[in-house]
């Protein structure tokens, strides 16, 4: 009797140490009081900015007796610090988590214009998925937040290829439109006490969009809620389908070579592969009608796209497999450059186009000397043609001859290789390093950097090499012709 009491009790108290780690780990305690969501569907890249408010939520009081013994510890262990509530938890439906380009997050301090915002480290996180596949990221907050105490947070993310051409394929005549799918709910693991959606579309003509009480359309933007008091996990879905005739211009693939030469050059040489990925083009295609009548005629096609890129450059041509392009104009002024490039044809749904651009920049413009005598190179990551989505960016930043230990500082993920480039009079190949970024926007036009170290020795192997290659000709054609006496005798 005595030992299975005992028993009964050692089981109590590890049912109870498990409820408690399970409180620990699971994100029950927080609660969203507060969450709006802006949707913006102006282009085909997706952008949303989400501020939610969350506060961590006082156990109610409990129930059962053994709950009792559950809520003092949990307390003591948030006020140790090792509070459940150091990361915040966003929830993303998988079909959205594949096409996600970009993910930040911030903590808003101060109100209105006195707003700061304090960037907060976002990764996917190490949970197991949510119910319907639902994929986490993990926000770390600056410090753990304390019961009772809120947070303000601003999220923005950036979706890629998520609007669907309805119809698939349309002729030269018929506008573009497409299909948005997302939950009229915000899809999070805590429960919402307050939100609103709101979709901005590009125009008015919207086809149709789903219904979810209160829901309304002012001129461009879709209204959904405010709703109140959603559990965790709601998801209903809502469908918009509007007319979207700006380019879908997708460059498949961009490799872009970078290169360094110490005698004062950088040499840029972009390769693209571009496709409209919008609605196919389906029928003929009547050039006539497309240059007389361009508010009806191919109104989702483009005809050029703007490269902005830096300020100062020099010999920028643009060519495809046939020769140069003549059709491009550069435009520059003290802190841009603009390269307004028109492909020989205007491309229509599903139309592709490869071409080369390609430009010089004086190197101390973009080469610097740090503190500690390594050299490096400061330039953008991303593709330079507006409002593009590239699927696969490579950029090679090709070294001079006898550089060393390059590392590189990119402000997101990137995956990095290392090659040999070999050119005329090279002895030992130029190392170059090599970055690639899958799901590439806009934003990420971001700086980057690569430092190597240099000996200026270097600098004189080339001409040191010419030299000596001329004087070897030099005294072997002295010889040639001293032999060519003896010869004669
Ligand atoms: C194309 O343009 C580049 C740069 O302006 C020039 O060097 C090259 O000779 C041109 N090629 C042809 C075939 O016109
Ligand atoms: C890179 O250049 C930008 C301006 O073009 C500058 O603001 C930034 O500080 C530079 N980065 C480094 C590491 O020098």
Request: proline share 7%.
């Amino acid at each position: 009797m005595e030992g299975r009491s005992g028993l009964t009790l050692l089981f109590t108290v590890i049912a109870l140490f498990s409820l408690h780690f399970r409180s620990c780990h699971s994100s029950s305690d927080l609660q969203i009081l507060t969450a709006d969501r802006r949707i913006d569907l102006a282009s085909h890249i997706i952008r949303v900015a989400l501020v939610l408010k969350l506060e961590v939520k006082l156990f109610e009081k409990p129930l059962a007796g053994a709950y009792v013994f559950d809520a003092g510890p949990l307390l003591q262990v948030q006020n140790d610090g090792a509070s459940p509530a150091s990361n915040v938890l966003l929830a993303f439906p998988p079909t959205q988590a594949k096409h996600l380009a970009l993910l930040q997050a911030a903590e808003v301090t101060g109100k209105k214009k006195k707003k700061t915002l304090h960037p907060l480290d976002v990764k996917p996180s190490d949970q197991a998925d949510g119910p319907n596949g639902a994929k986490f990221f993990s926000i770390s907050l600056r410090n753990p937040l304390s019961i009772g105490g809120s947070i303000s947070i601003e999220v923005s993310y950036i979706l890629t290829q998520s609007l669907e051409p309805f119809p698939v394929e349309i002729s030269q005549s018929e506008p573009q439109l497409v299909l948005f799918r997302d939950s009229s709910s915000i899809l999070s693991p805590y429960p919402i006490k307050q939100q609103t959606t709101v979709v901005r579309t590009p125009s008015t003509r919207v086809e149709s969009f789903t219904r979810v009480e209160p829901s309304s359309q002012l001129r461009t933007e879709l209204k959904y809620g405010p709703y109140e008091s959603k559990p965790a996990f709601s998801y209903t879905p809502i469908l918009v389908h509007f007319e979207n005739n700006n380019p879908f211009a997708v460059v498949e693939e961009l490799v872009r070579e970078i290169e360094i030469s110490h005698w004062g050059n950088l040499q840029i040489t972009e390769h693209y592969t571009l496709v409209h990925n919008g609605a196919r083009h389906k029928g003929g295609f009547s050039r006539v009608e497309y240059q007389s009548r361009p508010a009806l005629s191919g109104v989702s096609s483009f005809k050029h796209l703007v490269a902005k890129l830096p300020p100062r450059v020099h010999s920028v041509y643009y060519r495809d497999s046939i020769g140069n392009i003549s059709t491009s104009h550069l435009r520059t002024s003290y802190s841009k450059s603009e390269l307004e490039i028109e492909p020989r044809y205007p491309l229509l749904g599903g139309w592709k186009a490869t071409f080369i651009i390609g430009y010089g920049l004086p190197l101390k413009d973009v080469l610097f000397e740090a503190d500690d005598g390594k050299r490096y190179l400061n330039f953008s990551f991303g593709c330079p043609i507006a409002e593009t989505v590239v699927n696969k960016i490579t950029n090679k930043v090709v070294l001079p001859e006898g550089s060393k230990n390059p590392s590189v500082v990119v402000p997101f993920s990137v995956e990095r290789r290392a090659e040999t480039k070999y050119s005329y009079l090279d002895i030992v190949g130029r190392p170059v390093v090599v970055l690639e970024k899958e799901n590439v926007v806009p934003e990420h036009n971001s700086l980057f950097q690569v430092y190597y170290e240099f000996h200026p020795m270097f600098m004189l192997a080339e001409p040191l090499m010419l030299t000596s290659v001329f004087f070897f000709f030099f005294v072997a054609a002295l010889a040639y012709v001293h032999m060519d006496i003896s010869i004669r005798k």
